[in-house]
């Protein structure tokens, strides 16, 4: 079973820059595809950006252009770079692995595709 823990939160001014690590740990199917998810205070997890294992990436419209997920498979790190950050950018931040491809996972950047999920990493934006 994969584990996946955060680290990386912070409170910064709009405009600013932040990088999200999660430390990737424990051999899994399921780590085919990783992905960031955003949940803003009261609402709902919502994808942010997936990386598959053949270097494929997505992004939600909100953070194309700002935001970049990449991989460092020496480190086994999941990684979000942050740039132009705005005060809607505000939230917890999610590392989850997905549903593995035996079990009808496919990489798709939808809550329901991912099973597993660390447990968060606080960013604050101020205006």
């Known amino acids: 079973q994969v584990q996946l823990s955060e680290s990386g939160g912070d409170s910064v001014q709009a405009g600013g820059s932040l990088r999200l690590s999660c430390t990737v740990s424990?051999?899994?199917?399921?780590?085919?595809?990783l992905a960031w998810f955003h949940q803003a205070p009261g609402k709902g997890r919502e994808g942010v950006a997936r990386?598959?294992?053949?270097?494929?990436?997505s992004y939600a419209d909100s953070v194309k252009g700002r935001f970049t997920i990449s991989r460092d498979s020496a480190k086994d790190t999941l990684n979000l770079q942050m740039t132009n950050l705005k005060p809607d950018d505000t939230g917890v931040y999610y590392c989850?692995?997905?549903?593995?491809?035996?079990?009808?996972?496919?990489?798709?950047?939808?809550?329901?595709?991912?099973?597993?999920w660390g447990q968060g990493t606080q960013v604050t934006v101020s205006s």
């Open positions: 990386l598959a294992s053949d270097g494929s990436t």
């Open positions: 989850a692995s997905g549903i593995a491809p035996s079990e009808g996972g496919i990489c798709y950047l939808e809550r329901r595709f991912f099973g597993v």
């Open positions: 424990g051999y899994a199917e399921n780590t085919y595809c």
